[in-house]
């Protein structure tokens, strides 16, 4: 599966714990990179959520859609 097809596969916003299993941290760590700023997330009645393209740009794949 390409980057592109997985990135139009996954969810526009995702929960902590769905990031959390995508890039293989503890639910904690994601809450603390955004808290601390470096991984932008949106209030939802539910939770926190993160927009793919957040997290994409976290884990520096955005110029990797863009080529």
Do not use: C
């Not at 599966?1 to 929960?15: F, R, V």
């Not at 809450?31 to 976290?58: K, M, N, Q, T, Y």
């Amino acid at each position: 599966m390409t980057l592109s097809n997985q990135y139009q596969n996954m969810p526009k916003l995702l929960k902590v714990s769905e990031v959390a299993d995508f890039t293989g941290t503890h639910e904690r760590t994601v809450r603390r990179w955004i808290r601390d700023g470096r991984l932008s997330a949106v209030e939802h009645p539910s939770g926190l959520r993160v927009p793919r393209r957040s997290l994409w740009r976290f884990l520096g794949l955005d110029l990797a859609l863009s080529a």
